[in-house]
């Protein structure tokens, strides 16, 4: 029987690599992952994250959720998670939109390296 992850180690080096050059240049990145459903692109950023040996937080909106409840519930985590530099920068309540919500995720981020990844539904 075979455990672990298997394959994609392509993926994860161009993932690397990414990481690397944030490490090496202290400027963020934004990376997009988009294919057909069910090939293991949320799997495969939950293994990036977990060998990337820095802070993260990975969210996936639950289908069928609203946006409002699905954009409170990416803010909870992130206030619950030890990777903002100041949990005061997260609001307690909701942003308006994702786009809102991004912000507060870029602004709550601390200023060493660290991944953080959404999944969103549409």
Not at 13 to 35: D, F, I, K, P
Not at 58 to 87: C, H, N, Q, W
Request: aromatic share 6%; proline share 5%.
């Amino acid at each position: 029987m075979i455990s672990g992850f298997v394959g994609r180690a392509a993926e994860l080096g161009v993932l690397g690599v990414r990481l690397e050059r944030v490490r090496g240049s202290g400027r963020g990145t934004a990376v997009a992952l988009r294919g057909r459903r069910q090939v293991g692109k949320s799997r495969l950023v939950q293994e990036f994250c977990d060998r990337a040996g820095v802070p993260y937080l990975y969210f996936t909106a639950v289908k069928g959720a609203s946006p409002k409840e699905s954009i409170a519930s990416l803010l909870s985590d992130l206030r619950e998670f030890a990777m903002p530099r100041d949990r005061e920068l997260v609001p307690g309540g909701n942003a308006a939109n994702w786009l809102d919500a991004f912000r507060v995720v870029a602004l709550a981020l601390p200023e060493r390296p660290c991944v953080s990844g959404h999944t969103v539904c549409t």
